[in-house]
Every structure is written in structure tokens, then in C-alpha cells.
């Protein structure tokens, strides 16, 4: 197990020394957008193009600790090109992966990630697109340290009212 999570560390590092889209997009057009975390200092700045129902660019600037960059550079890989309906349901798997292993602390270390949302988010699981967190899933091990939780969760939040700021 120690090799697995030596590659995600390697994901986020990588993320942090080499981010996706960072940058920054005229706006208008795009959806100027700051999250902040008080708790760790962390501050981003998101510039989402949505056009025709679709997050046709995207890019961020901000500073803060290697969670919240790294997560910000994969949410910002994850996300470009995808429809507000695929982004959204991105939103969804990640802040789950986020919550479900804040209440299953202490007992992971197998690597069965295929809880297939236990339920409940079954509601709205009805017609929404498959998404796959891909490099994402490396951001998991940071839900031992709930405090880093919203440095992992931030960019999606923000991600989150630059989406609604943009169909309105
Ligand atoms: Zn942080």
C-alpha cells in the first residue's frame, strides 16, 4: 500500500510544481470567481469560459499550500472541455470522495474504492453522466487530516458559483 500512496503523492507534487491552466482568461467573457480558505490561507481565483452549455476554457491564479494548488491544477484538467452536466457531476463524485472517507476515518488502507455512493446520493444518481476521477482519486489520503479537507475542497466550491454565476 505504501506504493500507492507514494504515486499520489508523486500526482499532487507534480500537480503543485507543474499546474494545469494556470493563468488567467479576459473577463468578460469568462467567470471571474475568488474562493478563500481562512483556515489554511488559501486563495484562488477561477476563469471559467462556459459556452454553448460547456466549460470551454479554464484557468486559475491564487496562492496557497500544495493541497489546495495541486487540487486546483486536477480540477482544472478535470473539468475543461466537459458539459455543465459532466462538470457538476464531477463536483458531486469529488466532494463525495471527500465526505465518505471523513466518515470512514481510520479504516481504509485497501484500495476497494468502489462504493458506489452507499445510497446516499442515489436520488439524484439518475440521469447524470459517468465521470471518472482519474488523478483526483489521489487527493483521497487527505481526508485523514479533516483540517486539509477544505484546502482539497475549495477550487470545487468555487467552481461550483463561478457555474452558477454563468447561467445566470
Ligand atoms: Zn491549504
Redesign the pocket.
Known amino acids: 500500500m505504501a506504493g500507492l500512496e507514494d504515486l499520489y503523492r508523486e500526482i499532487i507534487l507534480d500537480h503543485y510544481r507543474s499546474p494545469r491552466n494556470r493563468g488567467e482568461l479576459p473577463s468578460p467573457p469568462a467567470q471571474r470567481v475568488e474562493g478563500f480558505?481562512p483556515l489554511?490561507g488559501?486563495e484562488v481565483i477561477l476563469f471559467v469560459d462556459v459556452r454553448d452549455a460547456t466549460v470551454a476554457d479554464i484557468r486559475f491564479s491564487g496562492q496557497?499550500?500544495s493541497?489546495?494548488q495541486s487540487s486546483t491544477s486536477m480540477m482544472t484538467s478535470a473539468v475543461k472541455g466537459r458539459t455543465l452536466p459532466e462538470a457538476r457531476a464531477l463536483i458531486r463524485r469529488f466532494k463525495g470522495l471527500m465526505s465518505i472517507h471523513e466518515q470512514a476515518l481510520g479504516g481504509d488502507g485497501d484500495d476497494g474504492y468502489d462504493v458506489d455512493d452507499d445510497g446516499a446520493e442515489s436520488a439524484s444518481g439518475t440521469d447524470e453522466p459517468e465521470v471518472k476521477l482519474g488523478d483526483l482519486e489521489a487527493l483521497q489520503g487527505v481526508v485523514k487530516f479533516p483540517v486539509?479537507i477544505k484546502?482539497a475542497t475549495l477550487s470545487w466550491n468555487t467552481l461550483t458559483q463561478a457555474l452558477e454565476e454563468a447561467e445566470t
Open positions: 480558505n489554511c488559501d496557497g499550500c493541497i489546495s486539509r484546502c
